[in-house]
């Protein structure tokens, strides 16, 4: 079961509110960070607050990433309570490079394993390295890559599905994307 607060060296992970509407708004609307998420930029408070109601409340691995000196949100880090356990994050921009989201994703991934969830995935566009990097670099594994007509930005996209499992199945590898689309393995990634 997930806990609402989780902390790090730099960080305190912790449940969005609707107090946190305006930090919202300030990365979701910023097109460079919505760049390789699955959703337009929001264009108004009204659609962050639609944007919360739908995708975070009440949502058991969803965290603000804030740092520890004034706990206002810069970002997410979260994972999907189905069958994928999709890790996914964003920050706001003036952040990146600094090795924030690494941080806030180790912290959930410790989170994770401790609540007993067998494995997560992790897919990234392959025009985002940075995000493979930042997989990489909290111990998944490349498993393989696909082409989807990404929905609702309708264009095909290159997805390379990443993987890490914590419960020994060190072979399993999730294979509903592989199922459905056109899928292949890069070497040297």
Same mark, same amino acid.
């Given at each position: 079961?997930?806990?609402? @607060? $989780?902390?790090?060296?730099? $960080?305190? $992970?912790?449940?969005?509110?609707? @107090?946190d509407l305006e930090a919202l708004y300030l990365l979701? @609307?910023?097109?460079?960070?919505?760049?390789?998420? /699955? %959703?337009?930029?929001?264009? *108004?408070?009204?659609e962050t607050k639609e944007f919360y109601d739908k &995708?975070?409340?009440?949502?058991? #691995?969803? +965290?603000?990433?804030?740092? !520890?000196? =004034?706990?206002?949100?810069?970002?997410?880090? !979260?994972?999907?309570? =189905?069958e994928s356990h999709d890790l996914g994050y964003a $920050?706001?921009?003036?952040?990146?490079?600094?090795?924030?989201?690494?941080?806030?994703?180790?912290?959930?991934? *410790? &989170?994770?394993? +401790?609540?007993?969830? /067998? #494995?997560?995935?992790?897919?990234? =566009?392959?025009?985002?390295?940075?995000?493979?990097?930042?997989?990489?670099?909290?111990?998944?594994?490349?498993?393989?890559?696909?082409?989807?007509? %990404?929905? /609702?930005?309708?264009?095909?996209?290159?997805?390379?599905?990443?993987?890490?499992?914590?419960?020994?199945?060190?072979?399993?590898?999730?294979? @509903? +994307?592989?199922?459905?689309?056109?899928?292949?393995?890069?070497? =040297?990634?």
């Open positions: 079961m997930a806990i609402s @607060k $989780l902390e790090t060296d730099r $960080l305190i $992970l912790r449940e969005f509110s609707d @107090k979701l @609307k910023d097109e460079e960070v919505n760049t390789f998420l /699955p %959703w337009f930029p929001v264009k *108004s408070f009204e &995708r975070i409340a009440g949502e058991e #691995y969803y +965290y603000a990433i804030c740092l !520890k000196e =004034d706990n206002f949100p810069i970002g997410y880090v !979260k994972a999907d309570t =189905d $920050l706001r921009k003036e952040f990146w490079r600094r090795g924030i989201v690494t941080e806030a994703s180790r912290a959930l991934v *410790s &989170r994770l394993k +401790y609540d007993g969830v /067998p #494995y997560i995935t992790a897919t990234h =566009d392959k025009n985002n390295p940075g995000s493979g990097g930042v997989m990489r670099s909290i111990g998944m594994r490349y498993c393989y890559s696909y082409e989807e007509q %990404w929905q /609702p930005k309708n264009f095909l996209v290159t997805f390379r599905m990443y993987q890490l499992n914590f419960d020994g199945q060190k072979d399993r590898v999730y294979q @509903k +994307y592989w199922n459905i689309y056109n899928h292949f393995v890069e070497k =040297d990634i």
